[in-house]
């Protein structure tokens, strides 16, 4: 079974910038893409960024698109999501995910991290 941890959370000042690290015991040959979910107060939890094991496609939330990058290294069995111009509707729990495509890890992925907290504000 695959587990991943999340690391990096903490709060931070609107247009500042922040490094999510998720790292995973094993990557399996079942599993071919990552990604992060993210889950702000009073709302659903929502997709922002996925990348396949791989390769070098990625996709990204268009909330979130020109100011996060999802990147990976495989040698560590991590993925990495930096954070930049960050807004306080940036505000969430980020959770580390994996699955078997990069459909189900966009849309309903199979393994979840236990999530890390950013927060945004002055």
């Known amino acids: 079974q695959v587990q991943l941890v999340e690391s990096g959370g903490g709060l931070v000042q609107p247009e500042g910038s922040l490094r999510l690290s998720c790292a995973a015991s094993r990557l399996t040959n079942n599993i071919h893409a990552m990604g992060w979910f993210r889950q702000a107060p009073g709302k659903e939890r929502e997709f922002v960024a996925a990348?396949?094991?791989?390769?070098?496609?990625?996709k990204y939330a268009d909330s979130v698109k020109g100011r996060f990058t999802i990147s990976r290294d495989n040698a560590k069995n991590t993925v990495y999501l930096q954070l930049h111009s960050l807004k306080p509707e940036d505000t969430a729990v980020y959770y580390c995910?994996?699955?078997?495509?990069?459909?189900?890890?966009?849309?309903?992925?199979?393994?979840w991290g236990q999530g890390t907290q950013v927060t945004v504000s002055s």
């Open positions: 995910t994996a699955g078997t495509s990069l459909y189900k890890t966009i849309n309903y992925p199979d393994y």
């Open positions: 990348i396949v094991v791989s390769g070098i496609t990625t």
